[in-house]
């Protein structure tokens, strides 16, 4: 007598990717709103998703740690096919895609890091030559005044 495998359930409701994944309910139905993932409706009209969602549920939340917009993303995975199952090599064509980007914000924050050492014991934060407050003095070209504690009032 032959043993049968059990059925593997094809179909994973809301509830069940949001724990696998471990994020919300709403943040799929967030990202299906803005076309990044796709569910079906069942004969109730209850949402349901491929397991292959939970690459693409893992692929986003990676890019939006790494400070990738989440139109960038909904570009990067719009080119790829319908039903496309993500693998090895499409994580790599994505995220040589990101690279670039990812490297340029390395570079501005060692830069404010930079900028910040000059910083740490001087105290004097001063409008007119902190970097870090106001880069290559341009609120002097404002003129004189108390220009940026007006527009931090208008802020708040």
């Known amino acids: 007598m032959e043993k049968k495998l059990p059925r593997i359930k094809a179909m994973l409701t809301p509830g069940e990717v949001a724990r696998r994944s471990g994020v919300a309910v709403s943040a799929l139905h967030f990202y299906e709103s803005k076309g990044l993932i796709k569910s079906v409706r069942n004969e109730g009209n209850q ?9 693409y549920v893992a692929i986003i939340k990676i890019a939006q740690r790494i400070g990738i917009p989440l139109a960038t993303i909904g570009e990067a995975l719009s080119v790829l096919p319908a039903g496309h199952t993500l693998n090895a090599k499409t994580w790599e064509q994505l995220s040589s895609q990101w690279r670039e980007e990812l490297d340029r914000r390395i570079h501005t924050l060692e830069a404010l890091r930079d900028d910040l050492n000059g910083c740490i014991g001087c105290g004097c934060l001063s409008r007119s030559d902190c970097p870090l407050r106001n880069p290559g003095d341009r609120l002097g070209e404002q003129g004189t005044g108390a220009r940026l504690l007006e527009d931090e009032a208008n802020d708040r």
């Open 47 to 55: 949402r349901r998703y491929t397991r292959d969602v939970l690459r």
